[in-house]
Each structure stands twice: as C-alpha cells, then as structure tokens.
C-alpha cells in the first residue's frame, strides 16, 4: 500500500545519502576499495554461487542487475565495511565473561557447519581433454598444475581450490556429484557450456559440536552485531548532522 511505499522509500533513500556521506568521509580519510579488490570479491562470489563463471553475467541480468552495477554494490560494501571497521569496530568490545556466558547458555547451539573442500578444472573444447585427464590419473600431472596451466576457471591461480564452502549453499548437482567420491577422487571430464569441467573431492567436514574456542569468533561476532549497528548509526547521525542535505522529491 502507498504508507509501506513511503516507507520503503525513504529507507532506501536515507541508506543512499548515507552511502554518500560515507564516501566523502571515506574520500577525506583517504580510505578506499581498489578494483583489483572488488574484481577478487566478485569472483570469490562466483564461486560461492556455485552457478559457472559464464553463467553468472546471465544470472545477474536476470535479476536485473548487469555487472557493472554489481560490482559497484560490492565496491560500496566493501567500503562501509571498511570506514566501520575505520571508525566504529576498534571502538567496540565484547568482555571475555560475556563470550563464555552465552557459550555455556547456548553451548546446544554452537554447532560447525558441513562444509566442502573441492578443486576445478574447467578446460575449453579446443585442449586435448583426455590426454590431460589420462595424464592427472597417471600421475604424470598433478592436478594442481593442470588446473594453474589449462584451467578458465577463476580458482586456476590456487591450482583450483576452493576451500571452505558451506553444504547448504553449493546447488543440488554439486551435492550429487561430491557425494558420489570419495576424499581425493575426481570426476571423469563433464561437458558443459564453456568446455569440460573436472571435479576433485578434496575433504568433507561434517557438522559438529564446536568447543568453546572454536565458537568464541561466532560468538564474539553475535555479540558485537548489535553493538557495531548502534555504534554505526551514530556515526552515520554525526555525518548528518554535519552535512547540508537538499532533497528534492
């Protein structure tokens, strides 16, 4: 209805004049996001979307942003993410009695994710696929150096690792492959739309209670999300009130 609209609006349009003032400041603290560093963040997030590299542009598109105003989104993120930490995280602290109290109170809840540790190859049409295949299985090739000197996709340069991804976000026919090998097994080449694609199962780790010192940055974290968004606000309402803001609507 028109009362949520004007809502919704004026949120989006205070969340845009803040992105401005903390660009000035972050311009005056001579504080700022490289593109080689939002080029790193978007293809850290291809990965993590587990869509293929020459898939993701077609995705985007879909929800109607194009690339250029997706990384700059990114840019954006990374540099209130930046001043934050700049001018409100060193200010904000989590007293060690409070991290072990909510650990012994939520001690049931403090469970590790599952998560995947995989290598990629991703090879265009025109190699000898089978060859280089045959060679990795010989042991003629190591996989790592196969993936640095043939591979597209953007893990090559890690000899095609990826580490760390959550279960819950890889899509279905990732859990379907994965779950078909074993730790150190690859899959046969598998033809998709940019070339053939190897897969290697490099370890899986199954959820699991998480000992105090494993869950204390989790907790640290839980604990200073309200503090840094309090702190954050009141940052933001200096930058206001500091500033000569003319909207015209």
Request: aromatic share 6%.
């Amino acid at each position: 209805n028109e009362a949520k609209m004007e809502t919704i609006q004026r949120a989006v349009l205070d969340s845009m004049i803040d992105d401005i003032l903390i660009r000035q400041e972050a311009k005056r603290f001579k504080v700022s996001v490289s593109d080689v560093e939002v080029e790193g963040e978007l293809q850290k997030a291809i990965s993590r979307s587990g869509v293929p590299p020459d898939k993701f542009d077609a995705e985007l598109k879909k929800q109607g942003t194009p690339r250029e105003l997706y990384k700059e989104r990114i840019s954006d993120m990374m540099l209130r993410q930046r001043m934050a930490n700049f001018m409100v995280t060193r200010k904000v602290f989590v007293k060690p009695e409070e991290v072990e109290e909510y650990y012994q109170k939520n001690k049931d809840k403090m469970i590790g994710e599952k998560t995947a540790d995989f290598s990629i190859m991703l090879m265009p049409e025109n190699l000898p696929v089978k060859n280089i295949y045959d060679q990795i299985r010989s042991g003629k090739l190591s996989f790592e150096d196969a993936a640095k000197k043939y591979s597209a996709e953007s893990s090559a340069n890690e000899g095609g690792k990826i580490t760390g991804i959550p279960w819950d976000r890889l899509p279905p026919d990732m859990h379907r492959l994965l779950s078909s090998l074993k730790d150190g097994e690859m899959s046969p080449p598998l033809r998709t739309q940019g070339g053939f694609v190897v897969i290697r199962r490099d370890k899986m780790t199954e959820a699991k209670a998480l000992s105090f010192q494993e869950a204390m940055p989790r907790i640290e974290e839980t604990l200073r999300a309200p503090l840094l968004e309090e702190r954050f606000k009141e940052y933001t309402s200096q930058l206001r009130s500091k500033a000569v803001i003319d909207i015209r609507l």
